[in-house]
Each structure stands twice: as C-alpha cells, then as structure tokens.
C-alpha cells in the first residue's frame, strides 16, 4: 500500500511519531486509498522553524517571479486534474463531476492571484508639506498556519494558500485528515512549480497535535481557518492572546425565500442543488426554505419528488446525484437529525430515516431528507447539520420571512427566488448574510470576489479576490522627504 509523506523545508519525509493513518472511501469502506503520515509536534516545529528559515528570501523576490511560480503551478494542476478530482471523490465522496469542477475551480484560483503580482500594491497620497513624498506599501505578515477542512479539500486550501504565497508570506498547511490525498497533491504541484525549500510545509495528521502546535507556536504570524465554531473560537482566543492575526471562516444555516411569483421549477431546482449536491456538505448549503402560503403545497409536494427521485450511491458512477456522507461521524450526526426532526413534530415528507439496501451498508450514505412545517424555533431549523437536510415553513409575507430567516446565529448566504424586483431588492436590503444569491442556490462562489459571513459565520474578515490581501498583508505608511 502506498505511503504519502510530510513536506518539511523541501523534501518529502516520514514523520517523527512513526505514525500512519489509512485513508478510508466513505462510499465503500473495504476500499483503503493509501497510508498517510500522521505528524507529531517534532514535525510541526521543524515545519515552522523551516518556514521562519525561508521568509526573508520568498519576502525579497520579486512579486511578479512569485506569480509565475503560481502560474507554473496552475498549469500543473490543470495537466492532472481527472487524477485530483478522482482522488476526491474517492476520500472525500461527492460525485466524480462536482470534484472536476471543483479542481477546475483550484487552477482558476491560482490563476487569479498570479495575475494579482502584477497589480499595485500601495498607494500614493497628497500631502500639506513641500519636498515630501507620501505612499504606503503592503508587506507580508511572516510564517501563515492554514487549517483547512475535508468538503471543499482543493477550493478552501488553494484560496488560502494562493494569496499567501503571493503576497510573500512562507506557509504550514495542515488539511483535515479526512481528505489528505488532495492536500498532498496541491502540495506536490506548488513543490514542483519551483516553491523554494520551506516556503510551503505539508503537515498532516490530528488537530489536536498539528493544529495546536501551530497556534502554540510565536514564530506563526497568523492562521488563518475554516472549520467549526467552536474549534475557530478556541484558535481566535489564543492567538489574540498573544497579538497574532486571525480570520475564521465557520457554519452557516442559510435560507432561500420563496415567494409566490417565483418560477415554482427554478425554486425546486435551486434549493434541490443548495441543499443536495455534495451531500449538504458545504458551509452555503441550503437548510431552511420559507415559503409564501400561496404556493407552499405545491412547491412543497414538486421538492419533496424531486428529493424521491434522487440517485444515491459511489460518487464514481457518473449516474449518481449524490454521494455519502464524509465519515461515520458525519453519517451518524445526520441521523441523529433526522430524529430530532421528528421529535419536534416536523413532518418527514421525503428521507427520514436511514438507507437500507443497494449495497448502502458498505458507505456512510445518508438520506435526501425534505421536512415540512417545521418550527422557526427548533432545533432543526437553528442548528447547522451539515447534511442533506431541508426544512420548510409557510410565510405570509416577505417581511415574515426575512424575519426568520435572520433569526439565526450564522449569517452565511441566503437566496431568494422572486420575479419581482421590489421585493428582491427589500430582500437584499433586509437580509444578515454575507453572501446574497437571486434567484439562484446559496451555494457557490466565483474566485475572485470576497467571501464570507455576518454574525457567527466568520471572524468579520473575507477571503478571496482582493479581499485577501487585507489580512495576507500588512500596511507600511512611508514619509519621504528630499533635500531640495
């Protein structure tokens, strides 16, 4: 079985605990993908201490030569993408097509922040004073920690990497050890490019040891995270604790309103995608859907088929619309939903209940789930599931449902599907998200304009586009003055 190593100042190595972990297929369980290494703080220090080595060097090239690095590898990855995107959907479950995009989406992020090399990178101002120049400079911060998480295991650590990289900063990734086969190829491809030895370091293994080292450690300038609340809190804490940046990208519990105008095919079709495609395993997964009273039994009877006639199975069969959850964790956290559910009086109108049959013993499937009637104020509709489930709730107005669907601790993204402009606009108005669709699903996201949440959903920053460079830099004000 093959092995796949740390990436410590340049090389490839086994990790100093002597531990291996396998990496298992959550469609089919008999299916072990290879043997990774699991680093120990040992590792995690000479990751650090290799990136702190590195930092004066990358922070002296030239911006531009670093952007070509990224542009080599962009290419790179494009070259393998079939091979990145299989790997996916063999660790991480969703289907073969939804990994494909999502690798194509990886080139497109590192193309995006090569061609930000060449952007300017400070300003020129006016000044009271003759014989002064006044301008300032963007810099990088020093040593980043990455902690990115299993369900977009190319996007998240690309969008991540790739401005910190850029911007002139040396970096340790440490990816969720549930999909390290994607991370060990982003790393591959960015080693092969012509990174210089300690400027990425490759960090697998537990939270517990590599995360916290990470954090623990006052050569690592700033983390920056995606994962739970409770873990980006704990890190938020410590690292202010002792003045390092921090930005967190967290839950979501995102709503779509529909109201009576809408095109009743295109409501269906966007809160089937937003809440089943990657298995509802995606922070802007649809989970709540506030319906207008006029059309609620018909739209709720055209999801609750559509959510019967969905094809479940291995992410690998091009005829599945939706693959397992990530891990038996995951499974078991989903189920454990559905009976809350139903212990709340929600009526079950598609799914609820565990998959039997067709092999499904053999992954970590969960059911397409649509629940009806569901109360504003329960746990169902509060609490993020991260799972194929969706609950609905008639409205008798907009204003009602913007008030629901606000009434939440998360400020993700939100949808509204609507034909009428005025209350399209109050919508997007009124609503506390960070990201607004119309007419479209709550997930999705284009590289290169910001991303992130209101509320509990972020840390108040934003990553991707030019957004990016806000916390990847830091700002240096220089008052020139010249002898006349």
């Given at each position: 079985?093959?092995?796949?190593?740390?990436?410590?100042?340049?090389?490839w190595?086994?990790?100093?605990?002597?531990?291996?972990?396998?990496?298992?297929?959550?469609?089919?369980?008999?299916?072990?993908?290879?043997?990774?290494?699991?680093?120990?703080?040992?590792?995690?220090?000479a990751?650090?201490?290799?990136?702190?080595?590195?930092f004066?060097?990358?922070?002296?090239?030239?911006?531009?030569?670093?952007?070509n690095?990224?542009?080599?590898?962009?290419?790179?990855?494009e070259?393998?993408?079939?091979?990145?995107?299989?790997?996916?959907?063999?660790?991480?479950?969703?289907?073969?097509?939804?990994?494909?995009?999502?690798?194509?989406?990886?080139?497109?992020?590192?193309?995006?922040?090569?061609?930000?090399?060449?952007?300017?990178?400070?300003?020129?101002?006016?000044?009271?004073?003759?014989?002064?120049?006044?301008?300032?400079?963007?810099?990088?911060?020093?040593?980043?920690?990455?902690?990115?998480?299993?369900?977009?295991?190319?996007?998240?650590?690309?969008?991540?990497?790739?401005?910190?990289?850029v911007?002139?900063?040396?970096?340790?990734?440490?990816?969720?050890?549930?999909t390290?086969?994607?991370?060990?190829?982003?790393?591959?491809?960015?080693?092969?490019?012509?990174?210089?030895?300690?400027?990425?370091?490759?960090?697998?293994?537990?939270?517990?040891?590599?995360?916290?080292?990470?954090?623990?450690n006052?050569?690592?300038?700033?983390?920056?995270?995606?994962?739970?609340?409770?873990?980006?809190?704990d890190?938020?804490?410590?690292?202010?604790?002792?003045?390092?940046?921090?930005?967190?990208?967290?839950?979501?519990?995102?709503?779509?309103?529909?109201?009576d105008?809408?095109?009743?095919?295109?409501?269906?079709?966007?809160?089937?995608?937003?809440?089943?495609?990657?298995?509802?395993?995606?922070?802007?997964?649809?989970?709540?859907?506030?319906?207008?009273?006029?059309?609620?039994?018909?739209?709720?009877?055209?999801?609750?088929?559509?959510?019967?006639?969905?094809?479940?199975?291995?992410?690998?069969?091009?005829?599945?619309?939706?693959?397992?959850?990530?891990?038996?964790?995951?499974?078991e956290?989903?189920?454990?939903?559905?009976?809350?559910?139903?212990?709340?009086?929600?009526?079950?109108?598609?799914g609820?209940?565990?998959?039997?049959?067709?092999?499904?013993?053999?992954?970590?499937?969960?059911?397409?789930?649509?629940?009806?009637?569901?109360?504003?104020n329960?746990?169902?509709?509060?609490?993020?599931?991260?799972?194929?489930?969706?609950?609905?709730?008639?409205?008798?107005?907009?204003?009602?449902?913007?008030?629901?669907?606000?009434?939440?601790?998360?400020?993700?993204?939100?949808?509204?599907i609507?034909?009428?402009?005025?209350?399209?606009?109050?919508?997007?108005?009124g609503?506390?998200?960070?990201?607004?669709?119309v007419?479209?699903?709550?997930?999705g996201?284009?590289?290169?304009?910001?991303?992130?949440?209101?509320?509990?959903?972020?840390?108040?920053?934003?990553?991707?586009?030019?957004s990016?460079?806000?916390?990847y830099?830091?700002?240096?004000?220089?008052?020139?003055?010249?002898?006349?």
């Open positions: 079985m093959k092995r796949y190593q740390l990436l410590i100042d340049g090389a190595s086994d990790p100093s605990s002597g531990k291996w972990t396998p990496n298992i297929n959550p469609a089919n369980t008999e299916d072990v993908i290879g043997e990774f290494a699991s680093a120990g703080e040992d590792d995690v220090k990751a650090i201490e290799a990136a702190h080595r590195a004066p060097a990358w922070r002296a090239m030239p911006m531009v030569n670093r952007g690095i990224l542009h080599k590898a962009a290419n790179l990855l070259a393998r993408v079939e091979e990145v995107a299989q790997a996916m959907t063999r660790e991480e479950g969703k289907t073969l097509i939804e990994a494909r995009g999502e690798t194509a989406r990886g080139v497109a992020i590192l193309r995006y922040f090569a061609g930000e090399a060449s952007q300017p990178d400070g300003e020129v101002y006016p000044t009271a004073l003759p014989n002064r120049m006044l301008y300032t400079r963007r810099e990088p911060v020093g040593v980043i920690g990455l902690i990115t998480p299993w369900n977009f295991p190319v996007a998240i650590p690309l969008w991540k990497l790739a401005p910190a990289l911007y002139g900063n040396t970096v340790v990734f440490k990816p969720a050890e549930l390290p086969l994607t991370a060990w190829h982003i790393a591959d491809v960015l080693h092969q490019a012509g990174l210089p030895k300690g400027v990425l370091n490759l960090t697998l293994g537990s939270g517990r040891v590599v995360g916290n080292a990470m954090v623990a006052h050569d690592v300038k700033a983390i920056s995270f995606t994962g739970s609340n409770t873990v980006g809190r890190i938020q804490r410590k690292l202010q604790e002792r003045g390092a940046k921090v930005q967190l990208e967290m839950g979501g519990k995102n709503p779509v309103i529909v109201l105008d809408a095109n009743l095919n295109i409501a269906v079709e966007m809160v089937t995608r937003g809440a089943m495609k990657s298995t509802g395993q995606k922070c802007t997964a649809t989970s709540r859907v506030f319906v207008q009273e006029g059309i609620y039994k018909q739209f709720s009877q055209a999801l609750v088929e559509k959510a019967k006639s969905l094809s479940i199975g291995d992410g690998m069969n091009p005829d599945t619309y939706m693959g397992p959850a990530v891990s038996r964790s995951q499974q956290t989903v189920l454990e939903y559905l009976e809350i559910g139903q212990r709340e009086g929600a009526k079950v109108g598609a609820g209940a565990a998959l039997v049959g067709d092999g499904y013993g053999k992954g970590f499937y969960v059911p397409p789930t649509v629940f009806l009637d569901a109360e504003i329960s746990r169902l509709m509060q609490e993020e599931i991260f799972g194929p489930v969706v609950a609905l709730a008639p409205i008798s107005t907009l204003e009602k449902g913007i008030e629901a669907a606000n009434s939440v601790q998360y400020g993700l993204s939100a949808s509204i609507s034909q009428n402009i005025g209350s399209i606009m109050r919508f997007i108005d609503i506390q998200a960070g990201l607004v669709h007419n479209d699903e709550t997930a996201a284009e590289p290169h304009v910001p991303f992130g949440g209101f509320k509990e959903s972020s840390s108040h920053s934003r990553e991707q586009g030019k990016a460079r806000e916390f830099t830091q700002i240096k004000t220089v008052y020139l003055d010249y002898p006349t």
